[in-house]
């Protein structure tokens, strides 16, 4: 079974629209980690935001936030005012464990296109 | 952050050769170094998990025969994917981990054509 969904192959936005990028994810284990990766064509992973499972707050960092409905088991990532170089791959992906050594699983991803 | 590299960035090699890739944690010591796998326009697939001076724990479907993990000191692990064959091409790119990081950072991938 999945444990990163990722429903969205691609979305086209206007420039300067809000964006929102969906993730459910799957586990039984009560301490874990949400990420949101985004990857350009030039292929690096470049962290944008995490979301612990004990948080309380949801995570924002800059124009990404990260909108954590627990019992949903959701994760979406918000991007305010997008700008043309949002355009990129964006993974969701879950590390079981909070601990440095815990694997990441990464979910299809969502390809998202920025329109001017 | 925390820096990891990769090298080569990008290798062509003929089938039946070994192709040798190189992870470094620049400046923080990886306990943990993880190896990834990506096709065209496929997610990332995680391949093994390798401790330094132990040996690598691999996925469910990854042959540790052909791709050969060797995590020998805090700072580079490397991946040898041995007798290559075309449908080993893919994106290979590795993160690393320590007690001094509190996640996982990514190297910036190494392309692998295999003629």
């Known amino acids: 079974a999945q444990k990163i969904t990722q429903t969205q192959p691609g979305m086209f936005v206007q420039e300067k629209e809000a964006v929102t990028l969906d993730c459910t994810y799957d586990t039984s284990d009560p301490s874990y980690g949400l990420f949101w990766y985004k990857q350009p064509s030039s292929g690096e992973m470049i962290f944008l935001i995490y979301?612990?499972?004990?948080?309380?707050q949801n995570a924002t960092e800059g124009r990404y936030s990260l909108n954590f409905q627990k019992a949903r088991k959701s994760a979406n990532l918000v991007i305010s005012a997008s700008q043309l170089g949002d355009s990129a791959m964006y993974f969701c992906?879950?590390?079981?464990?909070?601990?440095?050594?815990?694997?990441?699983?990464f979910g299809k991803g969502t390809r998202l296109h920025i329109l001017p | 952050g925390a820096v990891v590299s990769q090298h080569p960035s990008w290798v062509i090699c003929k089938s039946g050769t070994s192709v040798k890739i190189e992870c470094r944690s620049l400046?923080?010591?990886?306990?943990?170094m993880f190896w990834y796998r990506q096709f065209p326009k496929q997610s990332l697939m995680l391949m093994a998990t390798s401790n330094e001076g132990s040996k690598a724990t691999y996925e469910q479907g990854v042959e540790k025969d052909k791709f050969l993990i060797n995590h020998a000191s805090l700072t580079l692990s490397t991946l040898t994917v041995t007798s290559a064959h075309p449908e080993d091409s893919s994106f290979y790119i590795c993160?690393?981990?320590?007690?001094?990081?509190?996640?996982?950072?990514f190297g910036p991938g190494t392309r692998l054509t295999v003629l």
């Open positions: 400046d923080f010591q990886a306990t943990t």
């Open positions: 993160s690393a981990s320590g007690t001094s990081t509190d996640t996982q950072y």
């Open positions: 979301q612990g499972s004990y948080d309380q």
């Open positions: 992906a879950m590390r079981e464990g909070q601990m440095w050594d815990d694997k990441i699983i």
